[in-house]
């Protein structure tokens, strides 16, 4: 059965900061792809990144990167510089067959 | 870009009401799914659909069923609505194929509430 977890239900940081959101996942699949989806106030879900298993190399785009290391099953989401447009619920998800497994979610609030 | 339009922002039915959920998608995709979310449950797939006419059921699909009478359409069903139900509702959709590495597209969610 695969699983992911989010243990961080809510972050709150101040506009500015670096902050990271840990995505740990199970699965027994040698091949699978991973994602990281953002939920902005306004409920829509909008897609970030994918990376599949056999791609461990980490990826920069402008101020996300993200951190994927199989030795442990994890799959991390760090947003440098913070910014009060960057408060939103993040999912992190797994793919298997077409289907998505989620995380809880994880709530990042950036004060000004 | 995809759009995935899902027919309702809000809803709100009485219980034991037959409830309709609707979403379209306007790219050709082959797979659809719905979804609810509550808090601190994050996403749970309820059921989701390969091709027109065909239908697989997901985590959680007692109480709901769907229809896939058209490629670009996907319904979700309450047959007779309850409390629990109470829930924001997301649709999606997905190309084919190599579809385990294509990312799903959503709507914008169906907040309903169930009195």
């Known amino acids: 059965a695969q699983k992911v977890t989010q243990a961080q239900t809510e972050i709150s940081v101040v506009e500015k900061e670096d902050v990271t959101l840990d995505c740990v996942y199970e699965?027994?699949?040698?091949?699978?792809?991973l994602f990281w989806y953002k939920q902005p106030p306004s409920g829509e879900l909008v897609f970030l990144i994918r990376r599949n298993s056999f791609d461990e190399q980490n990826e920069i785009s402008g101020r996300y990167s993200w951190n994927f290391q199989k030795s442990t099953s994890s799959f991390n989401f760090t947003i440098t510089a913070s910014q009060v447009v960057d408060s939103a619920v993040y999912f992190c998800a797994l793919s298997q067959y077409s289907t998505l497994t989620f995380g809880k979610g994880t709530m990042l609030l950036v004060s000004p | 870009d995809v759009k995935v339009t899902q027919s309702s922002r809000y809803l709100v039915k009485r219980t034991g009401e037959k409830v309709f959920l609707e979403c379209v998608q306007d790219m050709d995709h082959e797979n659809m799914f719905w979804y609810r979310q509550d808090p601190g449950l994050g996403l749970r797939l309820i059921y989701f659909?390969?091709?027109?006419?065909?239908?697989e059921k997901g985590d959680i699909p007692e109480g709901y069923s769907v229809s896939r009478e058209k490629k670009e359409r996907f319904s979700l069903i309450l047959e007779s609505a309850s409390t629990n139900q109470t829930s924001m509702y997301l649709c999606a959709s997905t190309r084919a194929g190599t579809s385990d590495n294509q990312p799903q597209h959503f709507g914008d969610g169906t907040r309903l509430s169930i009195l």
């Open positions: 699965t027994r699949d040698t091949t699978y792809y």
């Open positions: 659909s390969y091709d027109v006419k065909m239908k």
